[in-house]
């Protein structure tokens, strides 16, 4: 049973101005519960929600018996999490989101990441509450369902490889692709890519922003990677990540 606590409301938010509500964006705190609370709780950066571990240990020092997804922002008003964003074709994704921050210990030390698993209770959780979300704005549509890398590819990476999206998506929550679309295009793809004029296209298409150098590219092919090809996220374009870009567009963009 999904449990929201709402004992914690963070301060400074206003309403989002007419704005529907069209993206779910995921992060990771890189910080225990209680830091991740104390910092979600202050003006200036927040979250609609954060779902703690379990099993981390300023979470149970706080004498919770039961994992919850605390609410700290009311769904009505606009939270700053997304920061410099884009998503198919617009920017500023604060106005038209709900964030949900997962407490996981990821650290960046000078580019070299760490992506610890994530608790099974806590993916429980998070699914139970986007199941929630997505019954309540059914304007969300799949492609909407995302992760902080995706929508500021440039500067963030964050839920990280570790987050199981194609459980959400057998849970019903979020896009992923079909296995047989996908090798029928790696089929295509190994004898030759598609040019890059075209790849940036289908990038595009998805909902990525543009990329304005090669560095750009590559950053978003890895952030591509780490949502839908977690086991290998070096920001190499090879023939299975166009396959799978290309197979995605075909369910969700109609081409």
């Known amino acids: 049973m999904l449990v929201i606590d709402t004992s914690f409301p963070a301060i400074g938010f206003n309403e989002r101005c007419g704005e529907p509500v069209q993206q779910v964006i995921l992060h990771y705190t890189a910080a225990p519960f209680a830091s991740s609370l104390r910092t979600l709780t202050q003006d200036g ?50 106005s038209r989101s709900i ?58 990476s964050d839920p990280g490889p570790r987050l199981p999206w194609w459980r959400l998506h057998e849970a019903g929550i979020g896009a992923w692709f079909d296995e047989t679309t996908r090798a029928m295009y790696q089929r295509r793809f190994c004898v030759g890519l598609p040019p890059e004029v075209e790849l940036e296209r289908a990038f595009q298409r998805y909902g990525y922003a543009p990329a304005k150098n090669r560095q750009g590219f590559e950053q978003r092919t890895r952030a591509f990677q780490m949502h839908f090809r977690p086991r290998d996220y070096c920001g190499f374009l090879d023939a299975e990540t166009c396959a799978i870009l290309y197979a995605l567009n075909e369910k969700y963009r109609g081409l």
Do not use: C, M
Not at 61 to 82: I, K, T
Not at 115 to 137: G, K, N
């Open 45 to 94: 950066v927040s979250a609609h929600y954060l779902v703690p571990d379990p099993e981390e240990p300023s979470y149970r020092a706080a004498g919770y018996d039961e994992l919850r997804a605390f609410r700290l922002v009311e769904e009505s008003q606009r939270a700053w999490h997304a920061g410099v964003s884009h998503w198919d074709g617009r920017d500023n994704l604060n």
């Open 99 to 156: 964030g949900i921050e997962l407490a996981n210990l990821a650290r960046d030390d000078a580019g070299v990441f760490t992506f610890p698993a994530y608790a099974e209770e806590q993916i429980e959780v998070l699914t139970a509450l986007l199941r929630d979300i997505v019954s309540r704005y059914p304007q969300i549509e799949p492609v909407g369902i995302l992760g902080h890398s995706d929508v500021a590819y440039g500067r963030k």
